[in-house]
Every structure is written in C-alpha cells, then in structure tokens.
Antibody, heavy 120, light 107 residues
Framework: QLQLQESGPGLVKPSETLSLTCTVS??????????WGWIRQPPGKGLEWIGS???????SYNPSLKSRVTISVDTSNNQFSLDLTSVTAADTAVYYC????????????WGQGTLVTVSS | DIQMTQSPSSLSASVGDRVTITCRAS??????LNWYQQKPGKVPELLMY???SLQSGVPSRFSGSGSGTDFTLTISSLQPEDFATYYC?????????FGQGTQLEIK
C-alpha cells in the first residue's frame, strides 16, 4: 500500500524558509496517473491546498502563496519537496503531502502530517 | 477563485440517524467535487470523488449527489465511527479549494 512520509524541521523562525520533503514508498512517484500535492491545516482550522507537482516537473500553486512557494520533485529518490519562504506565525500549521488524482484532482492518499511552528 | 460553503458548520445527531451535509460552490463546478472525513488528530480520508463516486473501501452508507453548484453528502445510518469533521473540495479549477468543514457530533 502506498505510503507518504513528511520530514523536516518542526520549528522555523519568522522570515526564514520552511522546507519539507515527502518520501513516497510502496509506489512510484513517476506515475502518469497522479500529481503530488501539499496541503496545510492551521491548528483548529480547515484545509488549504498549497500546490502540486507532476513527476515531469510541471507544477501549480495556490495564488495566495505563489510568490513564496516552490515545489520540486526528485524522481531518483521518489520524493517531492516544499519550500515556503518568508514565513510568519500565520504559516504555523500541520503540513500534509498527498497523492492527487490526475483526472478528478482528489487527494486519495495522505502522509501523516507534520506540525511546523513558526516562532522565534 | 471558487469559494466553497458548507452547511451546517456543526451538526448533532444520534447513532442510526440519516444525516445530510450540503456544500455549495460560488460558480458551477460540474461534478468536480470531492468529500473527505477527518477524525480528531487524524489524517483526512477521501470518501467520495466526482460528486457521487464512492472511494474504494468506504462503507456504502455514504453517498454523494449534486452537480453544478449544489452538492450533498448523505450518511444513511450513522455509526459511532462516523462522528468526525467533513470537508468538501472542488477540483474544477485551481486553486483547489475546500469548504470550511462540518463537524458532526454525537447527540
């Protein structure tokens, strides 16, 4: 069964860059049928799509974050990554990576999530 | 951007009840509507996609309907494990937005 696992620092200082990696196992990131996405959830709040990437490198981002977000893919290691620059306390959230269906853009498999706190 | 609005925001119901949650899009999204369930402290799980297609492994007491701007998620007979927060998500156009969630609580 496909597994996704987020990794990265749990604490980031304001104005710095939040960097997370999602490792995909028991499945290939180089699939024609899926994109790979990042979604976040501030404590006690709802879900926000951050952006997604295809294994060939094409990506799309939420305009609300676009100027600060970069998502990249590393097919040799079956990983994709998120960089979010110039973070503030408003970026404190649980960050999930997920597999995204190509046709229906549904997130059908999720990582366990990682809490990233922005604080000095 | 497409805004997704769920109603109600919270709902109390009893085991065995039939429950309906509504999701409305700010513009037509055809049937590009997905539903997720999230239990406290857990990861969201896909329940329905394309408005009415049941994700593999999801019990048949869950059903979805709608097209255009108005959609519903129905649980035919609530089970104890169904008490959770439910989110709709439009997949018609980027940015792929979620509703604010409906918290389903035990009466």
């Amino acid at each position: 069964q496909l597994q996704l696992q987020e990794s990265g620092p749990g604490l980031v200082k304001p104005s710095e860059t939040l960097s997370l990696t999602c490792t995909v196992s028991s499945g290939s990131i180089s699939s024609n049928s899926y994109y790979w996405g990042w979604i976040r959830q501030p404590p006690g709040k709802g879900l926000e799509w951050i952006g997604s990437i295809y294994y060939r490198g094409s990506s799309s981002y939420n305009p609300s974050l676009k100027s600060r977000v970069t998502i990249s893919v590393d097919t040799s290691n079956n990983q994709f990554s998120l960089d979010l620059t110039s973070v503030t306390a408003a970026d404190t959230a649980v960050y999930y990576c997920a597999r995204q269906g190509y046709i229906y853009v549904n997130f059908d498999s999720w990582g366990q999530g990682t809490l990233v706190t922005v604080s000095s | 951007d497409i805004q997704m609005t769920q109603s109600p925001s919270s709902l109390s119901a009893s085991v065995g009840d039939r429950v309906t949650i509504t999701c409305r899009a700010s513009q037509s999204i055809s049937n590009y509507l997905n539903w997720y369930q999230q239990k406290p402290g857990k990861v969201p799980e896909l329940l329905m996609y394309a408005a009415s297609s049941l994700q593999s492994g999801v019990p048949s007491r869950f059903s979805g309907s709608g097209s255009g701007t108005d959609f519903t998620l129905t649980i035919s007979s609530l089970q104890p494990e169904d008490f959770a927060t439910y989110y709709c998500q439009q997949s018609y156009s980027s940015p792929y937005s979620f509703g604010q969630g409906t918290q389903l609580e035990i009466k």
